[in-house]
């Protein structure tokens, strides 16, 4: 175990320390700001890498761990680490952070530093939620990353930003004051059960949970997390933020912000509640299926593209969920997985279409039709990227939803089968949107005289399908490294049904056996009344 700083805190400070640079520097330097940005960015990118390559592969354990206490009166430290859940949630957070700042080069000409500043501290806050070993830790960043994101909609969004912003910030609020009370709840009984005031995450694992306790403090952190994914009913924030967020702020809400719910459910309510996890799988896995459904079917009657995309994210992640509470090694890495796969392709549309509005300042669908013969460039990003949101075979998307598919199928047929109808309806939404923009004729003549996409978008944009074959392709490296963790959970969860079910048993049979001396007495009660 390390000590101090070390690589994890380096990735996750950097951007901050980058944002205070930037606050310190002069407003007249304008070009300075977003090509500081994205320095510190590609930087931070470049110091994560050796975090996937290093990660060690056959084991559950924690790694690259760091441990300063912190406020030790109260059991508070400074305690960060990965494992294979965790691992490629922090590459994705940097690797999505560096597109971020590089696409809002020309978006953003207002407030340029500050923007900046926001958009980096922004990261530091992601990244830290999932690296933090400590609740209180967790917290902190949990509540940080609230104030920049609400900054990025309301200053630099679209005409109802304030108004989308505040509910963004509101939600989210709440959602994080009924976990805190959680929090406290097993902070306070791990102190009655051990003698020790403490907020180490690891402390927590092995604490035997009554099942009543179980199910209050899983249903405290379910509601925040589910908010934050967002699950149906708590998904209505989401259209308003994406819609009025920059493009920037878009890609981040839809690559990292919104997995920062499923990695809470599979971080802490899988582990710490095993018991209420196995009881809530049926509604956890129900809501699953209506968020698939629902998301598809609203997403084909948005007029706006942007609203489109943001509709398909409540689809992908009911799949992520279906995934995650089919509670076995196939549906737990194909949800861990499609939250990748979800940040790479929803993160892409997203850029593409601020692209598309940087030339056009339109979003509307009606507005365009046969881009194709214009843009052809753009025509064929759109495409690839589209395949991989529809899950096309040999693309990154296919990977993920076959797994969840396949462990939910395991544990719920119906859910499965009914899950499955979100694949279909996606390539209905999506398709029809590439039709009525990119083919047909087009409708206006502004069309005809739209810029293909130019070096710096290429740029952007071709990582981003590399991954979608490297993923889509080459899977193996990638459920590797989460299989020892994943499979950790799992016999956690499967020893809590198995107990659930010994105890089932044991209380069936003291049933009966009741019943039976019951009976034997009434029948020795009236024999006597007959004599």
Request: proline letters at 4%; a positive charge; hydrophobic letters at 55%.
């Amino acid at each position: 175990m390390n000590t101090g700083f070390g690589l994890i805190s380096l990735v996750v400070f950097l951007p901050a320390a980058g944002a205070v640079v930037l606050a310190c520097m002069p407003r007249r330097l304008g070009r300075v700001f977003p090509l500081g940005a994205l320095a510190v960015s590609a930087v931070t990118l470049a110091l994560s890498i050796p975090l996937f390559t290093g990660f060690e592969k056959g084991t559950a354990d924690f790694q690259f761990v760091e441990r300063l206490s912190w406020i030790p009166r109260f059991g508070i430290s400074y305690h960060v680490g990965i494992d294979g859940i965790s691992l490629f949630l922090v590459v994705l957070t940097t690797f999505l952070g560096v597109l971020a700042v590089w696409s809002s080069f020309e978006a953003i000409t207002g407030r340029v530093k500050e923007f900046y500043i926001f958009l980096l501290l922004l990261e530091t806050s992601m990244l830290g939620v999932f690296v933090a070993l400590d609740f209180f830790l967790f917290y902190v960043f949990w509540e940080a990353m609230l104030i920049p994101m609400a900054f990025l909609i309301g200053v630099w969004g679209g005409k109802r930003r304030i108004y989308a912003a505040v509910k963004f910030f509101l939600y989210t609020l709440f959602g994080s004051l009924i976990m805190l009370v959680g929090i406290l709840v097993l902070y306070f009984y791990h102190q009655s059960a051990t003698g020790l005031y403490t907020t180490d995450l690891l402390a927590y694992f092995p604490l035997k949970l009554p099942l009543t306790y179980q199910r209050w403090l899983f249903a405290a952190f379910a509601l925040s997390f589910a908010i934050k994914v967002p699950m149906w009913p708590f998904h209505t924030w989401l259209p308003d933020a994406h819609v009025e967020a920059p493009t920037a702020g878009s890609v981040i809400l839809a690559g990292v912000l919104l997995k920062m719910g499923t990695y809470g459910f599979v971080r802490f309510c899988l582990p710490l509640f095993p018991a209420a996890s196995v009881q809530f799988m049926p509604i956890i896995m129900a809501l699953a299926v209506i968020s698939i459904i629902y998301g598809a079917f609203m997403a084909m009657i948005q007029p706006n593209m942007k609203n489109l995309v943001a509709y398909s994210s409540v689809s992908h992640l009911g799949f992520v969920m279906l995934g995650l509470f089919a509670m076995n090694v196939q549906g737990i890495e194909g949800g861990i997985l499609q939250m990748i796969n979800h940040g790479l392709s929803t993160g892409a549309l997203f850029l593409l279409v601020g692209m598309i509005y940087e030339r056009r300042h339109t979003m509307m669908i009606a507005d365009f039709g046969g881009l194709h013969a214009v843009v052809p460039l753009f025509t064929f990003f759109f495409l690839v990227t589209t395949m991989s949101s529809i899950g096309l075979p040999g693309l990154n998307g296919f990977v993920g939803e076959f797994l969840c598919l396949v462990g939910a199928f395991q544990t719920n047929r119906l859910a499965a089968v009914l899950g499955t109808t979100g694949g279909i309806l996606a390539a209905v939404y999506m398709l029809w949107m590439v039709k009525r923009v990119f083919f047909g004729q087009v409708v206006d003549e502004e069309n005809r005289r739209m810029q293909d996409m130019k070096p710096r978008e290429l740029a952007i944009m071709v990582p981003i399908v590399v991954l979608y074959l490297v993923i889509g392709l080459f899977p193996t490296p990638f459920l590797s490294r989460m299989e020892p963790s994943v499979r950790h959970l799992v016999a956690q969860l499967q020893g809590a049904r198995r107990q659930m079910t010994a105890e089932q048993h044991t209380r069936t049979a003291e049933a009966l056996t009741a019943g039976g001396h019951r009976a034997r007495g009434g029948e020795m009660a009236a024999r006597e009344v007959v004599r």
